[in-house]
């Protein structure tokens, strides 16, 4: 979806989010959720948040970056705390679709109306519905991340004013996002949800950090820029709102 052009993306974003807000009200539980001809649906929490903790079969010929991020995951005591709080509390309260990234979001250029379809439903599961939106915010991120030039001689200040995607560019996105997506949520629903999403987007950045170390001799600086922002993302979602331009 993202391969819109990017000045494009707050229309193609807020139409995401009215998507999955129907999706979230329509199929919630208890309600048609409950219905038995669903009851094949999953309700276990997502992998992301539990890469802290690998299973046998993840260690097996690990490349020298995917070993480093193993070594800089599990240092961290704060995120790995963070990481147990999400999964414990992890309350499937609807449907979702519950891998919500670039891949699976298909776009109608031709249309006015900016459409756009959720394809791949492979993960559907009963989930909170927090991490559908949480998948949308962290695919802006990667955008941005992907246009930041890779030169390590840069400095942070350097890097980010050479993106390719602005900042802003992204932040419009996730604002148009979540207007769409929390329209009909009360006030108090809104803040604990919106602040959940920009959690477990954390969480899904670890994700794609681990997809980007597969095969690789070494972490670039990207990734390690992913795991940095998940880090915040994770242990202060209320400093995560300033990132994402919500904070408002």
């Known amino acids: 979806m993202w391969r819109v052009d990017p000045v494009d993306l707050p229309p193609y ?22 219905d038995s001809r669903l009851s094949w649906l999953g309700s276990k929490p997502p992998i992301a948040l539990g890469l802290h903790r690998p299973v046998p079969v993840m260690l097996n010929r ?7 991020f193993f070594r800089i995951v599990q240092r961290e005591g704060k995120l790995r705390e963070r990481l147990d709080e999400l999964s414990a509390a ?11 990234r670039s891949g699976n979001v298909l776009v109608d ?5 900016r459409a756009v379809h959720l394809v ?8 909170d519905p927090a991490w559908d939106p949480a998948g949308a915010l962290q695919e802006f991120l990667l955008l941005w991340v992907r246009g930041l030039p890779a030169d390590k001689g840069l400095s942070p200040e350097a890097r980010v004013a050479e993106s390719k995607v602005p900042l802003a560019i992204v932040r419009a ?9 929390a329209a009909e949520l009360d006030d108090r629903e809104a803040r604990a949800r919106l602040l ?28 390690t820029l992913l795991l940095q922002l998940a880090d915040r ?14 904070e408002e």
């Open 233 to 246: 993302l994770l242990t202060e979602p209320e400093g995560g709102l300033d990132l994402y331009g919500l």
């Open 196 to 223: 959940r999403a920009v959690a477990y987007s954390g969480a899904i950045l670890i994700q794609s950090a681990y997809e980007w170390s597969r095969a690789r001799d070494r972490m670039t600086v990207r990734t």
């Open 90 to 100: 992890w309350s499937p309260t609807s449907v979702i679709h519950g891998d919500v």
């Open 173 to 181: 996105g996730a604002r148009a996002l979540w207007r769409s997506y």
């Open 120 to 127: 791949d439903w492979e993960t559907v599961q009963l989930g």
């Open 109 to 113: 250029d031709r249309a006015s109306e």
């Open 13 to 34: 974003a807020e139409n995401l989010g009215r998507h999955l807000a129907t999706l979230h009200r329509t199929l919630p539980l208890p309600g048609l959720a409950g």
């Open 62 to 68: 690990l490349s020298p970056a995917r070993r480093r």
